[in-house]
Nanobody
Framework: QVQLVESGGGSVQAGGSLRLSCTAS??????????MGWFRQAPGKEREEVAV???????AYGDYVKGRFSIFRDNAKATVNLEMNNLKPDDTAMYYC?????????????????WGRGTQVTVSS
């Protein structure tokens, strides 16, 4: 079973920054062939896409984080990071790392078959 482990969550004041990391293990295919994504879910809200990077490096961001967050993958280390800048209280959520195996093109959330347990991000005003 593919395992994804997130780290880097915590509490920060509005305007601050955090960097989340996700490490993949127990892979059955080359890490570089997976789409990797970050998603978040706040209490009472639907899970939403934060950022996705596919197997050839194409990146998509959610509307509310575009311009503030950056996703970066390191295929040699089997990791994907999410750099979050200018954080806002509305960014408070549980952040999840997810992986979509090939041949999926990761256009839809149901293509992400593997999920981490999440890391909490709390932004205070």
């Amino acid at each position: 079973q593919v395992q994804l482990v997130e780290s880097g969550g915590g509490s920060v004041q509005a305007g601050g920054s955090l960097r989340l990391s996700c490490t993949a293990s127990r892979l059955t295919q080359n890490y570089s062939s997976y789409c990797m994504g970050w998603f978040r879910q706040a209490p009472g809200k639907e899970r939403e896409e934060v950022a996705v990077v596919n197997n050839v490096g194409i990146i998509a961001y959610g509307d509310y984080v575009k311009g503030r967050f950056s996703i970066f993958r390191d295929n040699a280390k089997a990791t994907v990071n999410l750099e979050m800048n200018n954080l806002k209280p509305d960014d408070t959520a549980m952040y999840y790392c997810a992986a979509a195996p090939p041949p999926g093109r990761c256009r839809f959330i149901n293509e992400f078959n593997y999920w981490g347990r999440g890391t909490q991000v709390t932004v205070s005003s």
